[in-house]
DNA sequence: TTTTGAACTATAGAAAATTTATGAAGCTTC
DNA sequence: GAAGCTTCATAAATTTTCTATAGTTCAAAA
């Protein structure tokens, strides 16, 4: 699987590169617009990372051009800000997912692979976990096939916590991933309890195992 | 894993402390060059992080220092000014990474495990001891492959002996890195022995060896 | 060589501190 | 006004530290 990074913070480029290749990807990266054009011109990858804020133009015109191309890559944009705009006009363009900076590798790493698994087996965006079943086109979940109603939250702790199935999540981690950065400075995680407390509730009504685990001083995991 | 902030402006130098902490570092903080200077010369880090406009000198100087002494510490500098000068010197003179202020607490948080990441053991996360497994993404410790649940301190501390396997540990050497330097002045290791009966019980329990060999009065051995 | 005692280490259990869970009460938004 | 999100107060759970006591080690004295 080869896959390229386009990105100009040297040091996080860098991480991505090594921390990819060490889950098996073959990587290449460049640091600026002109370059990254003209290898998704020139090679055909499996899988592209585009950071959207780029030397000398935007990630967005490369998603537009590989989409110009019917290029088959998966496409990952990831933007500085946690804008909103970045990200929906990504999106519409035709990138797969969005990952607002800073973002753990291993996020990274589980959304390309859930984006080469969905191309491989074409089409559904149905992850599941023993007896749940999370479709993401229609942010529908189901227990043992009996759907269960969640709020918004609940589904975006429950996408993370499958997408990251078995990793120690902080809850640090979580609320960035979930509320964006504007929590960084927040010393208080009270509402990831009260989230987790009636996720946990509604699975477990459903009939579901007790996946979600608490680490004591460390987060949560989820894991069977 | 410990870390010394230098940094003058409180509030900031707050903000990061509690920011890191919360990341599961354990940290120390000083606001001028002198105390900074003190503390790399009487301690070991794992990452020291440098503001560059100190009172009474200038940060570069302890990055100077610090390459004197061969430290193995990951050093990150900040600067108050976007000094394209202050950058280059600092990288030049052995810094890491650079960061421009104002900065995302994550973004710093990221580049702080970038370099941890390089410098400890390039990409893999997952160290072996015989039959013990560490995964330090996940904090999870199996013996056998079977999974055995930690405390916190009790993972610090098998983490350190394992890091530092067949190395003499002195109590207060144990002390300093899990607990921080306020402990370098305490004569009384007693809570200590606790935490080693504790870790010993559960990995013996656990079908591993007894590998935590006591040095009496000198401290502990991890070996085989 | 054996005994003895001070210093050191091990262990269990209780107390203190910290962290997480929970239900209810406000807020916002639609 | 209902639904969902956040805050708050309080309860519960877990870990860490402390305390007391017992067991070891080592070296000096007998």
Redesign the pocket.
Known sequence: MKILIIEDEKALQESIVKYLEHQGFVCEAVNNFLEGKEKVRQFAYDCIVIDIGLPYGSGLDIVKELKYMESKAGIIIISAKNALEDKLKGLDLGADDYLPKPFYLSELNSRINAILRRRNFEGSKVVNFNEIKLEADAQRVTVNGKPI?L????YQLLEYFIANRRRLLT?AAIAEHI?GDEYQHVS????I?????NL??KLIDAGSGDYIK??????YRFTD
Do not use: M
Request: hydrophobic fraction near 30%.
């Open positions: 109603v709020t918004d939250k609940e809850k509320w208080n995680f009270d509402f309890y009260t989230h987790i407390k946990r509730k608490t680490i004591y001083r460390a987060g």
